[in-house]
RNA sequence: GGUCCGUUCGUCUAGCCAGGUCAGGACGCCAGGUUUUCAUCCUGGUAACACGGGUUCAAAUCCCGUACGGACUACCA
């Protein structure tokens, strides 16, 4: 069926931390290549050596590890196509730039940077915009007015120079885009892109045409952000007389406040991470909250990010990333941008929560648990944690419903002591007591029924006794079921916490 | 400003391409139930086709316009 071998691949800037918006269109990009047998590359886009980040590219690495999302070729990992870092493929761009300036596609510009900054002020100044176009480019300094001999001169003589896309002056560029149909333009809107930088650099625009033919990419999925440069590029190919890729435009992801795309700077004043992995800043220190951090579980992370932009059509919500990859088609990825919820996000994390094993659990709450300077056993930890998981959204959270079980309560709830330490439970606590003392076995369903029955046989309120039993053992009125908690902790333990709750609480008059 | 893209419950969305269902599900929220407590859980409820035209027996669905939102508009990606 397959006429093509899949080939795609995401081709991140190391600028700083990459955030959840490239996570996700990484993630489908890595769907599509899994679920068409494809190949998934990793090409990180550093052009630009002016907004290098150190660590930026470490973290990208680090960031999909954590996720699952896995490269068959790519920085790091290598491959027949490398090299995949575009300033180690500098010396490709120039010739192919030129070859473009040949074939009359494109031209030399020696315009500066201040010469251009000044005459868009000028035209601001009259409320118009200046564009580098077929309009203006006969009255700029370029291999277009300039006659051969000059611009040989000017080449030859090291003044700083760019090529730029010499763009159709009214022509319809009629193109197809998976997500959302047809699209057309006329080039006539459009100007004169720099393709080489004066700093012997590609722009984004030539290195990743050039990179996406050499590497025999067959789709490039990407953010919507790119839609506008699409013409671009399409033209960028027919010039060098390449086909084009199919393209596939992905929506946003907003904000949550519902006004814009989501960006790095929103950081954590929106109340949660935008960022996978934590970042600190390396020039300003700054830290950003991350969801590994935060207590996501990646599978967690993963599936929720999966189902913002795409569905599978029916009401199934959870996915692992292997479903993912068997389910995934961008046919139903949606077109509107989505702006994600901070609450469905605890809820995914909560529906993994459960799908763990207690053994899991416990070995990842182990540490937390060490952190407070508390030594259990892991045996005892996994029991625990299986009483309580259900009540969990984070394995942090397992210490607010669980550490009754760890360390006896040293204060009771003022409230529920009002509410529950009645003048009579002093007497009744104090019967329980000796009635426990006496068991040999001391399972949960064996104190279950001796206890009611002795409720039963005394006549006494079934509300009334627990409760204050529940109070005594774990200082508040919650937690799980109360006779799995005192056969956990075992006999010992709940006789030493009736003791200590009868004195503290002592006789109400 | 210009170009392009988008618009179904508060949020994520199904339904749209191949017009005909009380517009379905999930999160949240509210109520009830289960429970000795709290939470979970279960049941129920709340709530949407941006607006205006047109085509049609029939429009969330097709067409046009308007409004609103967004992206882009660098020798950034």
């Known amino acids: 069926m397959n006429q093509k071998n899949v080939r795609v691949r995401f081709a991140p800037s190391p600028t700083g931390p990459l955030h959840i918006g490239g996570v996700r269109t990484a ?66 761009y120039k010739d192919y730039a030129r070859k473009l300036v040949e074939n009359g596609r494109a031209y030399y510009a020696f315009d500066t940077a201040e010469e251009l900054t000044s005459l868009r002020r000028r035209y601001e100044a009259d409320k118009n915009t200046f564009v580098y176009n077929a309009f203006e480019r006969k009255r700029l300094n370029n291999s277009l007015v300039l006659d051969e001999e000059e611009t040989q001169r000017r080449l030859n003589s090291g003044v700083p120079y760019v090529i730029r896309f010499k763009m159709p002056e009214d022509e319809l560029i009629r193109m197809e885009d998976i997500i959302r149909g047809d699209v057309v333009v006329n080039s006539r809107v459009l100007d004169d892109k720099i393709l080489f930088k004066s700093d012997g650099m590609p722009t984004y625009h030539l290195a990743n045409v050039v990179d996406d033919h050499l590497m025999e990419i ?146 990842l709450f182990l540490p937390v648990l060490n952190e407070k300077g508390i030594m259990a056993d892991i045996d ?80 006494y309120g079934m509300g009334m006794v627990m409760n204050a039993f529940r109070l005594v053992i774990v200082g508040a009125l919650k937690g799980p079921h109360l006779f799995d908690i005192v056969a956990l902790i075992g006999q010992e333990e709940t006789l030493r916490r009736l003791e200590i709750g009868l004195h503290e609480l002592g006789r109400k008059e």
Request: with cysteine.
């Open 218 to 363: 067959t789709h490039v999925i990407r953010g919507e952000e790119w839609l506008p440069s699409m013409p671009l590029h399409v033209l960028l190919y027919e010039a060098f007389g390449w086909k084009a890729p199919e393209f596939a435009h992905l929506p946003l992801l907003l904000k949550p406040d519902g006004k814009g795309k989501l960006s790095k700077r929103d950081g954590d004043k929106m109340g949660f991470p935008v960022f996978p992995l934590e970042w600190t800043d390396p020039k300003t220190g700054e830290k950003s909250r991350g969801y590994k951090e935060d207590g996501y579980f990646p599978e967690a992370f993963v599936n929720m990010l999966a189902l913002l932009g795409w569905n599978p059509g029916d009401d199934r919500e959870l996915f692992s990333l292997d479903e993912l990859t068997k389910e995934f088609s961008l046919d139903r990825v949606g077109k509107s941008g989505a702006r994600f919820d901070p609450e469905k996000a605890k809820w995914f994390n909560h529906q993994y929560m459960l799908k763990k094993s207690n053994h899991e659990l416990a070995t």
């Open 380 to 459: 005892f930890v996994e029991q625990v944690v299986g009483l309580v998981k259900d009540r969990a959204y984070f394995v942090r959270d397992l210490w607010l419903q669980s550490d009754f079980f760890f360390v006896a309560p040293d204060t009771f709830d003022p409230k529920a002591v009002k509410k529950r330490w009645k003048a009579e439970s002093y007497d009744q606590i104090m019967e329980l007591k000796e009635l426990l003392a006496g068991l040999t076995d001391f399972s949960s369903e064996n104190i279950e029924s001796v206890v009611k029955q002795w409720i039963n046989e005394k006549g």
């Open 27 to 92: 993630l489908y990009n890595y769907l599509f290549a899994r679920k068409n047998n494809g190949t998934f590359i990793l090409r990180i886009e550093d052009t630009d050596q002016t907004r290098f980040v150190a660590g930026a590219e470490k973290y990208i690495l680090d960031a999909f590890r954590w996720c699952g999302i896995s490269f068959d070729e790519g920085v790091e990992k290598g491959g027949k196509y490398g090299p995949y870092r575009q300033s180690e493929r500098k010396e490709i």
